[in-house]
C-alpha cells in the first residue's frame, strides 16, 4: 500500500481545469486520500461527470466566484494564464497557487514512478508499460496522454505504490519529477519554441535523468544523440535498448501486414518471443524500452511478453477507424516530420492495391517553420497528400508560414499536394477521390480526425 499524499497541511484544493485527463487524475487520487476537492472548467464533459459522481464539487465555467478564502491551495495547467479569472482571485485572496507539473512531483514523492519520455511515442509506450504493470498484479495509478484503447481510460487510480505516467519535455515540466524507473525513448528536434536550440534540449533531458534516483533505472535508447551527455556521471543503473548495440534488442524478426514478431534478448540470453499487435518499426523499440523497463521493475519476462502480445495501444495512434467506399481510414497523431514518416512507412505494408492518401493538419507556426525542411521530405511514402490550414494551438496567426508555402515545398520534394482552405473543402474532395483498397490516413495533432469520423458515419 502507498502513503496517503502529504501536502504539507493543505485540505481543501481546488483545480483550475479540472477537466484535463491529467488533471482530474490527480483530483480523484486526493479525494480518494480524504482530501476536500472542487474543481472547474469552461465545458462539462464526460470526464467531470465522472468527478462529480465521486462527491467531488464541480463548477462550469470557469469563474471569479468559484474561489473563496477557505480554500488552501489552488492548482492550474500550464494553459491557464495570469489574467484567468480563478487565477487572479486565488493570487487577491492569499491562497497558494501551484502549476500542474510541480503539483504532481510532490504527489509523486509517496510512489515508484515509472516515468516516460522523449520526442515520439511517449503516449503508446506508456500504456504499454502501464498494460505490464496492471498484467503483473501492481494494482498502479496510470496517467497517459490519450485514451487507451482497453476501456477507452486515460487515468487510473491504484492503492500501490506504482505510477506510471507520461513525461512531457516541454516547458521542462518533467524536471520536477524524481522517477524511480526514467525512460528516454528518443530525442529529436521539437518544441524549439521553448528550447531554442537542440543543445537546450539535449541538456534538458540530461537533466531529467539526473533527477532519477539513486537506487533507480535510467531505460535509454542506445545510440541517441546526446546519448554521452545524458548518461554521463549517472549515480542510477543505465539500461540500452535498441536495434542493436544494446542490453535489450530484437533477433528473428518478421512482420505481418507491419505488425512485428521477434525475439527480445537480454545481451545473448533469450528472454521471450512477442508477437506485437501494433504496428511498425517505431513500436518494435517502444515495446524494447518496455520491456527494459519491466525488468527494472521486477517484471518476469514472460509476463512481459504476454501483457504486449496483447497490447491494445491508444487512440489517433494508427487507429483504424472505418470504411468509405471501400477504403480504409486510419488516425494518427503524428506531427513532427519523423513522426509523419514512420507512420507512412507502416501504412506501404498495408495499402494493398491501392494508393496511400495522407490528410496532414500541421500543428503550430512555430513546428512548422523551425522544421520546414523536414516537413518537406517527411510525405516521400504517401501518393497523395492533402493539407488542411495550421492549426495555431496556443500560438498567435503568423503569416509568414503556412499550408500553401508548405505545399509548395513537398511539390518541389517530387510529392502529389493540395492544399485546401476548411474542413468541408477537404471532406468533399475526399469523397470524389477515395476508391476500393486506397488507405487514407487522417494526421496531426489537432482535430484533422473530424473528417474521417465524418466519412465513416
Not at 543503473?237 to 501486414?257: D, H, M, Q
Not at 493538419?361 to 495550421?390: C, V
Request: proline share 4%; glycine share 8%.
Amino acid at each position: 500500500m502507498r502513503e496517503k499524499v502529504c501536502l504539507n497541511g493543505a485540505k481543501i484544493v481546488h483545480f483550475i481545469g479540472i477537466g484535463g485527463i491529467s488533471m482530474s487524475g490527480l483530483a480523484e487520487i486526493l479525494h480518494r486520500d480524504g482530501f476536500v476537492v472542487s474543481g472547474s472548467d469552461d465545458v462539462a464533459s464526460e470526464i467531470t461527470k465522472r468527478l462529480e459522481s465521486l462527491g467531488i464539487k464541480i463548477s462550469v465555467p470557469n469563474a471569479a466566484e468559484n474561489i473563496s478564502s477557505s480554500i488552501d491551495l489552488a492548482v492550474y495547467t500550464a494553459a491557464v494564464k495570469p489574467e484567468n479569472a480563478e487565477f487572479r482571485a486565488a493570487k487577491e485572496l492569499g491562497i497558494p497557487l501551484m502549476e500542474r507539473a510541480a503539483f504532481i512531483g510532490k504527489i509523486l514523492h509517496g510512489y515508484d514512478p515509472v516515468c516516460v519520455a522523449g520526442s515520439h511515442g511517449k503516449t503508446t509506450t506508456t500504456s504499454m508499460v502501464a498494460e505490464v504493470a496492471l498484467a503483473a498484479g501492481l494494482d498502479p495509478t496510470i496517467s497517459i496522454g490519450g485514451h487507451m484503447n482497453r476501456g477507452g481510460m486515460n487515468y487510473r487510480v491504484g492503492n500501490s505504490t506504482c505510477f506510471v505516467l507520461e513525461a512531457c519535455e516541454y516547458s521542462n515540466s518533467f524536471h520536477h519529477w524524481h522517477p524511480q524507473t526514467g525512460i528516454i525513448l528518443n530525442i529529436d528536434a521539437d518544441h524549439l519554441d521553448f528550447f531554442g536550440s537542440f543543445e537546450n534540449l539535449i541538456e534538458s533531458f540530461a537533466k531529467f535523468a539526473r533527477n532519477i534516483r539513486p537506487s533507480g533505472a535510467l531505460v535509454i535508447q542506445a545510440g541517441l544523440r546526446g546519448f554521452e551527455k545524458i548518461i554521463e556521471g549517472l549515480e542510477c543503473k543505465v539500461i540500452t535498448f535498441g536495434l542493436e548495440n544494446s542490453r535489450f534488442w530484437p533477433r528473428n524478426i518478421s512482420y505481418n501486414a507491419e505488425k512485428p514478431s521477434f525475439d527480445v534478448m537480454d545481451g545473448k540470453n533469450f528472454l521471450a518471443r512477442v508477437n506485437l499487435p501494433l504496428p511498425g518499426e517505431y513500436n518494435m523499440l517502444n515495446a524494447l524500452a518496455c520491456f527494459a523497463a519491466a525488468s527494472a521493475m521486477g517484471i518476469p519476462p514472460k509476463v512481459t511478453a504476454d501483457a504486449l502480445s496483447g497490447a491494445q495501444g491508444t487512440k489517433r495512434r494508427f487507429e483504424f477507424k472505418g470504411i468509405y467506399n471501400g477504403a480504409k481510414i486510419i488516425d494518427d497523431y503524428a506531427h513532427h516530420p519523423t513522426e509523419v514518416k514512420s507512420c507512412l512507412a507502416a501504412a506501404r505494408r498495408l495499402r494493398g492495391t491501392g494508393k496511400i492518401i495522407c490528410l496532414f493538419q500541421p500543428h503550430t507556426y512555430t513546428r512548422t517553420k523551425n522544421l520546414f525542411h523536414e516537413f518537406a521530405e517527411s510525405f516521400s511514402y504517401a501518393d497523395k497528400i492533402i493539407l488542411l490550414p495550421i492549426y495555431a494551438a496556443r500560438e498567435p496567426f503568423d503569416p509568414k508560414i503556412s499550408s500553401d508555402i508548405l505545399a509548395e515545398a513537398i511539390k518541389k520534394s517530387g510529392g502529389d499536394v493540395i492544399s485546401l482552405d476548411n474542413f468541408d473543402k477537404a471532406g468533399n474532395y475526399l469523397k470524389q477521390l477515395l476508391r476500393p483498397d486506397d488507405l487514407l490516413i487522417t494526421m496531426g495533432a489537432g482535430d484533422v480526425y473530424k473528417i474521417g469520423d465524418d466519412l465513416v458515419k
